[in-house]
């Protein structure tokens, strides 16, 4: 089972509003990744959780705020987004150690429009 | 700066004919590639990899063959069918150490397949 589940499918929200996003992985990876990924271009990384501690944030605005409660769940926090935040937020999940155990497996994606 | 790009941002093939997607890598030291596909609304799925002690590995209808030489990658698929049609990501993995690799995605290339 390579199965990496992600809610909200679609989710809509105000500038003003909080959402978040959750993820979920049953594969004992121990990796986790959080993504954003624009229309035509390729996914570009935000947050690597590794052993549940955050172990790279590449430069994201504060108004993303990743959270990984356990080795299995994922959440990414959103407030007072903007416009250009809209996009579709990839999880990917990773076994960690070694070339091939970096394999990242990705969930659906949520489709985030910010009005 | 990306350091996995391709040659052809689009490919169109008739079904049933060989496709051949082709990717350029910078980074000599990468150890690991991955081929990715993705279809429309759909996060990225794992197709292949490959470890750059090798040359060619097949998967069920899909090669890969790295040329080490020219840093050049390249993703082979055999009787292309209509649903081979998506935007196909090649990614490395460079290895930073830690229990995570960082994945580096080329820009893709979308490959339709025409009835």
């Known amino acids: 089972d390579t199965e990496v589940t992600q809610t909200p499918k679609h989710l809509v929200m105000g500038m003003t509003n909080k959402k978040s996003l959750k993820c979920e992985q049953h594969?004992?990876?121990?990796?986790m990744y959080w993504y954003k990924q624009k229309a035509k271009k390729p996914p570009e990384l935000m947050f690597v959780?590794?052993?549940?501690?955050?172990?790279i944030n590449e430069s994201v605005p504060s108004r993303f705020s990743p959270e990984c409660p356990n080795s299995s769940l994922l959440n990414l926090h959103l407030h007072a987004l903007q416009p250009e935040d809209s996009a579709l937020y990839l999880c990917?999940?990773?076994?960690?150690?070694?070339?091939?155990?970096?394999?990242?497996?990705f969930g659906p994606g949520t489709r985030l429009t910010v009005l | 700066g990306e350091s996995v790009g391709l040659h052809l941002p689009t490919l169109s093939v008739q079904e049933g004919d060989n496709s051949i997607i082709n990717c350029a890598y910078s980074?000599?030291?990468?150890?690991?590639f991955i081929w990715y596909k993705q279809e429309s609304g759909k996060g990225p799925q794992f197709i292949i990899d490959?470890?750059?002690?090798?040359d060619k590995r097949q998967g069920q209808r899909v090669t890969v063959l790295l040329n080490k030489t020219v840093k050049h990658l390249s993703l082979q698929i055999a009787a292309t069918q209509p649903g081979d049609s998506a935007v196909y990501f090649c990614?490395?993995?460079?290895?930073?150490?830690?229990?995570?690799?960082?994945?580096?995605f080329g820009k893709g290339t979308k490959l339709s397949v025409k009835p």
């Open positions: 594969m004992g990876h121990r990796a």
């Open positions: 490959i470890r750059s002690n090798m």
């Open positions: 990614a490395e993995i460079q290895n930073y150490g830690g229990s995570q690799g960082n994945l580096i």
């Open positions: 980074n000599s030291a990468s150890d690991y």
């Open positions: 959780y590794s052993y549940e501690k955050l172990s």
């Open positions: 990917a999940s990773s076994q960690g150690g070694g070339s091939s155990a970096y394999t990242q497996y």
